[in-house]
């Protein structure tokens, strides 16, 4: 699991992780601890009231992170980084264990992370997160992987797809 630990990334992260820096500067300064691990990419329960809760906790914070239109080096994660932590804190939160997989679509490895994931099914659930670099694969190439790896896991649709 990839570590966030303030005092040794570099000075302009990449805008999620400078949220989850200033994310535990604040908890460090709030409750004497700093979390120093990443969530996974995996399906969360949380509780409106917990949330509430946390948000009460570092008001300033949320109204700034919910000011920008766009991500900023000055935003946080309440969901994916904040809640976990602070439920953990607190004593409200169980430690839970998933099969996952997550896929970059960038990964110049895709294809064959989309064949394990498919011939393997030895997942709970997968993430296929969206991030191209100048080193992927075409767009076109990873629209068309994409889309038939997705056909051939899913081919019934659910009753919600139009």
Do not use: W
Request: hydrophobic residues 40%; proline residues 7%; aromatic residues 12%.
């Amino acid at each position: 699991m990839e570590k966030v630990v303030p005092e040794l990334m570099e000075d302009h992260p990449e805008e999620y992780i400078a949220a989850d820096r200033n994310a535990a500067i604040a908890f460090g300064e709030r409750f004497g601890f700093r979390p120093k691990s990443l969530m996974k990419h995996v399906p969360m329960p949380a509780t409106v009231s917990a949330i509430r809760e946390l948000e009460r906790e570092f008001p300033t914070m949320f109204e700034t992170c919910e000011s920008n239109r766009f991500r900023s080096d000055c935003d946080i994660r309440a969901y994916a980084f904040m809640f976990p932590h602070y439920a953990s804190f607190r004593k409200r939160a169980v430690p839970g264990a998933l099969r996952y997989r997550y896929v970059s679509l960038g990964s110049p490895y895709l294809p064959e992370a989309l064949d394990q994931i498919a011939s393997t099914r030895g997942f709970d659930t997968f993430v296929l997160n969206d991030v191209l670099t100048e080193n992927s694969l075409p767009r076109s190439e990873v629209e068309k992987l994409v889309t038939t790896f997705l056909s051939s896991y899913f081919p019934v649709k659910s009753s919600f797809e139009l």
